[in-house]
């Protein structure tokens, strides 16, 4: 066995596997049901939206999860979060097609030649295109699609699956949670919240700036020093692309597949813009590209059927766990704790001096991110909470928002209960523990940010405009 590979065992050894991880979390989670009180807010619809009502919480009847349903809670996550499992099974089966074709392979080896001795290059570059897709339009769920292409690019170009996850992932998450015109989060919560919408985007627009330096150096560095020591590169469980085939030529049926590749994200983009797709239209239309790539690349049906299956199952585990992770709702929910903490958290906050509010705030959007992972559902459950807590502590409707965009966006990087994250780990064939091992050092750099721009707003009396 190579030093390489008895070193990647050795760490492999030493991450606790993300389904244990996460079940440790589910039993907490239920013995919280038996100890914090149950309560539940009232929910109304507000222009086409359940949110709920500031005014109306109530302690409620203990409603404790038992034995058994820590058990039948995990089905019961499995339907909840079916959608994000069947599109991360669907987007898999489709690229288990795309790398039958053998184009994948050979634009990589091309590209390779193409940025020798240029590659930390693409760190910036890429990293830049994610931000801009996640601030503009909220880039999510499609980064999946991305790191199939860009981890194993990264392993090719002598970095490995870390770097190729975290220019995707990290990019768009610094885009999505600096929020420049991203309606999914900050034009959802300044709607609640009565602001024009997208306004104060001055601000943001320099948090994108400072948070993508941020991201870059951090990631650079990283691939900087897995250059000078390969040995400490991790390639990742689902595939090893340094044994490509450097003569492997780019062959006109090899063009085409990728010209039908491209062809295949312009429609996904004006599908999204234009007609407001969502995973069910997108896996849609990866499902029929990765049929007629199929064919351009000379495959039989039989043969796309094969290879479909086969892309699945290479990420069927990380497909499991955003069920999984799921489960923890479930039990918060069953046992009306959701509420219980919202109200408990909004309490606290109200105690403290004006000076700390803002931060307060962040702090309980942090972690009941961990909790309620959509942007749009959190924005939901709390800025109608936020918004008139906010006008009584002397803390900008605003500055609310600022507050709840970057608890929001922070700990998507890094919370088990983000679906995203956890299929994208799955693609890039990294343990989740490794990356949270690994991300952890820049959540907490982006922490320190995120207080720095909340006592700035706090400091400007950020306002609509």
């Known amino acids: 066995m190579s030093q390489q590979s008895s070193k990647q065992v050795k760490s492999a050894g030493k991450n606790i596997n993300a389904f244990v991880l996460i079940f440790c979390v589910m039993i907490v989670a239920a013995i919280l049901t038996y100890i914090v009180p149950a309560g539940e807010y009232e929910r109304i619809e507000v222009d086409e939206r359940t949110i709920v009502n500031p005014e109306s919480f ?12 820590i058990f039948t809670s995990i089905h019961s996550g499995m339907i909840a979060g079916a959608g994000i ?14 790398k039958a074709t053998g184009a994948l392979d050979a634009f990589i080896v091309a590209i390779t030649k193409k940025l020798a ?16 897709g996640g601030t503009l339009m909220g880039m999510s769920e499609e980064t999946i699609v991305y790191v199939a292409i860009v981890a194993p690019l990264a392993i090719a170009l002598g970095f490995d699956s870390i770097v190729g996850f975290a220019i995707v992932s990290l990019g768009a998450n610094i885009g999505f949670l600096s929020a420049v015109l991203n309606p999914f989060n900050v034009g959802v919560a300044q709607g609640i919240a009565e602001l024009p919408t997208f306004s104060g985007m001055g601000l943001r627009l320099i ?17 900087k020093k897995i250059k000078a020591q390969p040995e400490l590169r991790y390639i990742g469980q689902t595939g090893n692309t340094t044994a490509l085939n450097q003569e492997l030529k780019l062959e006109t049926r090899h063009k085409w597949v990728l010209i039908a590749f491209l062809f295949n994200f312009v429609f996904l983009i004006i599908g999204v813009l234009k007609f407001d797709w969502y995973i069910t239209e997108i896996a849609g239309v990866f499902l029929l590209f990765g049929i007629l790539i199929g064919f351009i690349g000379k495959l039989s049906p039989s043969s ?8 699945a199952k290479d990420i069927v585990g990380g497909a499991l766990i955003i069920g999984f992770a799921q489960s923890i709702l479930v039990i918060v929910q069953d046992g009306k ?8 958290a909004s309490s606290i906050l109200n105690q403290l001096s004006p000076a700390f509010n803002a931060i307060g705030m962040f702090v309980v959007q942090l972690f009941l991110n961990f909790l309620v992972p959509s942007g749009s559902g959190q924005a939901a459950l709390t800025m109608p909470i936020m918004t008139p807590l906010a006008d009584l502590v002397g803390v900008t409707r605003q500055t609310a928002v600022l507050a709840f965009q970057l608890g929001d966006g922070i700990t998507n990087s890094i919370f088990p209960t983000a679906g995203v994250l956890i299929a994208g780990l799955a693609v890039a064939g990294i ?7 690994w991300v952890l050092p820049f959540v907490m750099i982006e922490i320190i940010l995120g207080i720095i721009f909340l006592l700035i707003a706090q400091a400007i009396n950020y306002g609509p405009f």
């Not at 001795?117 to 801009?132: C, D, G, Q, T, Y």
């Open 337 to 344: 704790l959701m509420d219980s903490i919202l109200y408990f």
């Open 304 to 311: 796309i059927a094969d290879h479909f299956i086969a892309g």
């Open 207 to 223: 948090m994108l700036v400072t948070f993508y330096i941020a991201g870059v150096i951090y990631v650079y560095r990283y691939a």
């Open 431 to 437: 343990p989740y523990t490794k990356w949270f091992r």
């Open 85 to 98: 499992i069947f599109f991360v099974l669907m987007i898999g089966g489709a690229f288990g097609i795309l």
């Open 58 to 69: 109530q302690f409620v009847e203990q409603s404790p999860v038992g034995f058994f349903q």
């Open 117 to 132: 001795n240029k590659e930390l290059m693409l760190i910036p570059a890429l990293m830049l295109f994610f931000a801009v």
